[in-house]
């Protein structure tokens, strides 16, 4: 079955509203960003969640407090996006899952997947100039179907719906399928509705398999 982490949660009210749609995973955004969060809050939403839930901080570059705001808000996975080296990782393996973040342009992106061996899973976005996650923006998702060569749990990201998501996961499989802008009325705000129909037309095509 493919797993659901529905991303740039802000509010107890669509943390719940995700989980109760079925999400596997709900994710924090603590770098610059429409749909940032500080610790006291992640931790207030992370707190109201059920067990079972993966509640995930994501960190861009080389931020020195990753490991103690993920401890301070009950974290148990880091998705690192930007230049953090994979030492960077290691250091956090100890104390939670490490989810690797590649921005795909095209085929060659790809190679840097193998510089990151301390990564539990690799989650492909889409490659901006503009911003390093959240744009909406779709890859092709054949280069997705190549990346599962290396040998890692894979995440599909960058502009999946729930008018293509359930196309995405026919054609690549993926452990899991991550969502942010494409669930949202407004940056930041989740619509429950379009949360309610991703996840359902996740578990549509997981059926198809």
Known sequence: MTRVKICGITSIEDAIAAVECGADAVGFVFAPSPRRVDAATAKRIADALPPFVSRVGVFVNA?????????????????????????????????????????????????????????DAYLLDTFSKEAMGGTGKRFDWELALKAKEYGKPLILSGGVTPENVGEAVALVRPYAVDVSSGVESSPGKKDHNKIKEFIENVRKADQTA
């Open 63 to 119: 931020d020195p407090g990753a490991l103690q705001t993920a401890t301070d808000c009950g974290l148990d996975t880091a998705q690192l996006h930007g230049e953090q080296s994979d030492l960077f990782a290691q250091c956090l393996a100890p104390y939670m899952r490490i989810i690797r973040v590649l921005r795909v342009k095209d085929q060659d992106s790809l190679a840097a997947l193998k510089t990151y061996p301390a990564a």
